[in-house]
C-alpha cells in the first residue's frame, strides 16, 4: 500500500483564497483524521470520520474551515476565505477502527500551507 | 480533557548512550498509546502502537513501555545513533482521536 497520500505538498496563497487540501487514506481504513500542526499549539484534530461520516468536528476552528468525505477514498479540507493564521502544516491520517478501537493511526507527509 | 506531557522537550547525547524519553498523561481510560518519530519538515512515523492491555511494545534498538494506572508511558532508545535525531511524539488514543505531546527533541552527537 502506497500510505495515506495528501496532496498538494506545498499551497502558498493569497489572503481571502479558497484553499482545498487533499487525502487519500489506506484502502480498508475506516476512520479518517485531519490535524494541524503549527509551533504554538503543536499537534491539534480538526475532524473526525467514522464510516465517512463526520463524528466529530469540534477541532474545526471556526465556519471558514469545512470538511468532507464523499467515498471511502477521499476527503477533502477546505479553507473559504484563507487568512494568514491559517498558515500551519495539515495532515491527514486513517485508522482501521472506530468507537471503541483502533489499531494505531498512519499520518501523510503533510500539506504545508502558507497564506499571504 | 486529555492532556499529554512530554519531558524532556530537547535532549542532546553523544553517540552510543542508551536514553529515555517520558511521556505522561492525566486520563487513564485510553485504548492505546503510540509514539512517533518526525524529521524537520517532514511528516510522522509510527514507531511503536502499545495497546492498552499491554505492557510494552519492542523494535529494534527501541523498546516503548506503558503503565495506564500511572499515567506514564517511556520510550528506550538503545544504543544511540546521530541518525536516530529527530523529534520524538507521544500521542494517547481514545476513542475518537490520537492526542499528541508537544514532543521531545532529540540530537545525537557523533
Known amino acids: 500500500d502506497a500510505g495515506v497520500i495528501q496532496s498538494p505538498r506545498h499551497e502558498v496563497t493569497e489572503m481571502g483564497q479558497e484553499v482545498t487540501l487533499r487525502c487519500k487514506p489506506i484502502?480498508?481504513?475506516?476512520?479518517l483524521f485531519w490535524y494541524r500542526q503549527t509551533m504554538m499549539r503543536g499537534l491539534e484534530l480538526l475532524i473526525y470520520?467514522?464510516?465517512?461520516?463526520?463524528?466529530?468536528d469540534s477541532g474545526m476552528p471556526e465556519d471558514r474551515f469545512s470538511a468532507k468525505m464523499p467515498n471511502a477514498s477521499f476527503s477533502t479540507l477546505k479553507i473559504q476565505p484563507s487568512e494568514p493564521r491559517d498558515s500551519a502544516v495539515y495532515f491527514c491520517a486513517s485508522s482501521l477502527g472506530g468507537a471503541g478501537r483502533n489499531y494505531g493511526y498512519t499520518f501523510g507527509s503533510g500539506t504545508r500551507l502558507t497564506v499571504v | 480533557k486529555q492532556e499529554v506531557t512530554q519531558i524532556p522537550a530537547a535532549l542532546s547525547v553523544p553517540e552510543g548512550e542508551n536514553l529515555v524519553l517520558n511521556c505522561s498523561f492525566t486520563?487513564?481510560?485510553?485504548?492505546?498509546l503510540q509514539w512517533f518519530r518526525q524529521d524537520p519538515g517532514k511528516g510522522l512515523t509510527s514507531l511503536l502502537l502499545i495497546q492498552s492491555s499491554q505492557r510494552e511494545q519492542t523494535s529494534g534498538r527501541l523498546n516503548a513501555s506503558l503503565d495506564k494506572s500511572s499515567g506514564r508511558s517511556t520510550l528506550y532508545i538503545a544504543a544511540s545513533q546521530p541518525g536516530d535525531s529527530a523529534t520524538y511524539l507521544c500521542?494517547?488514543?481514545?476513542?475518537?482521536?490520537?492526542?499528541f505531546g508537544s514532543g521531545t527533541q532529540l540530537t545525537v552527537l557523533p
Open positions: 486520563d487513564s481510560a485510553i485504548y492505546n
Open positions: 470520520f467514522n464510516n465517512n461520516v463526520p463524528i466529530d
Open positions: 500521542a494517547v488514543g481514545s476513542a475518537r482521536q490520537l492526542t
Open positions: 484502502s480498508g481504513h475506516n476512520s
